[in-house]
């Protein structure tokens, strides 16, 4: 199956410090990525969806300016959490999504803000 | 609009007994329904996926589904469960056009042994 590798598996920062998580997907081109996030025992939420070269749409609730998308090619997208709070503690998954429409996910960033 | 219930979010199982999650969705397009597993500390991988065709899908590890359109329904069964099935189990709907995926709550299956 296809290959998504995600950096860093597990980051703890400061509070108001920014963090970047970087999505590449390894052995295919995606035009679409999705990033969620999931908090324990809960199931993901669809933070946003981006496609290469045009700006990132966010669902509802989801501070744009908090959590910057940039998709900047085929294979590799970043999610920068900025000004990061304990509230923003959680497992960040990125899945760019396939030619045959299938998800692929990545190994997620668990991100601890203190 | 489009959205997905998972009944149960804890199932337990003996070994080698029958597995049976269940997953209904409401879709306001023809739906492409998928089964992914979560095992702890893991990535998702994808289990089975239903675009259109044949509604009986067979996927990985002896798991299968069946949309059921008139019951909205697409669970998930296998004849014996396996100690290393446990892990926890996600329902997604995506619209006709694939620009959004939603997840169902997950179900969390334990084997006994």
């Known amino acids: 199956g296809a290959v998504v590798s995600q950096h860093p598996s597990r980051v703890i920062c400061k509070s108001g410090t920014s963090v970047k998580i970087e999505c590449r997907s390894l052995?295919?081109?995606?035009?679409?990525m999705f990033w969620y996030r999931q908090f324990p025992k809960q199931s993901l939420m669809l933070m946003a969806t981006s496609n290469e070269g045009s700006k990132a749409t966010y669902e509802q609730g989801v501070e744009k300016d908090k959590f910057l998308i940039n998709h900047a090619s085929l294979t590799l997208s970043t999610l920068t959490v900025t000004s990061a709070h304990p509230e923003d503690s959680s497992f960040y998954i990125c899945?760019?999504?396939?030619?045959?429409?299938?998800?692929?996910f990545g190994p997620g960033t668990r991100l601890t803000v203190t | 609009a489009q959205s997905v219930t998972q009944l149960d979010s804890h199932v337990s199982v003996s070994e080698g007994t029958p597995v049976l999650l269940r997953c209904n969705y409401s879709s306001s397009y023809s739906p492409s329904l998928f089964w992914y597993v979560q095992h702890p500390n893991k990535g998702l991988q994808l289990l089975l996926k239903?675009?259109?065709?044949?509604?009986l899908v067979k996927g990985i590890n002896g798991f299968e589904a069946e949309f059921k359109k008139s019951e909205t329904s697409f669970h998930l069964t296998k004849p014996s469960a396996h100690m290393s099935d446990a892990a926890e189990y996600f329902c997604?709907?995506?619209?006709?056009?694939?620009?959004?995926?939603?997840f169902g709550s997950g179900t969390k299956l334990n084997v006994k042994p």
């Open positions: 239903f675009l259109s065709g044949s509604t």
């Open positions: 899945s760019p999504l396939a030619g045959d429409y299938e998800q692929y």
């Open positions: 052995d295919f081109q995606a035009t679409t």
């Open positions: 997604v709907v995506s619209a006709g056009n694939f620009n959004k995926f939603y």
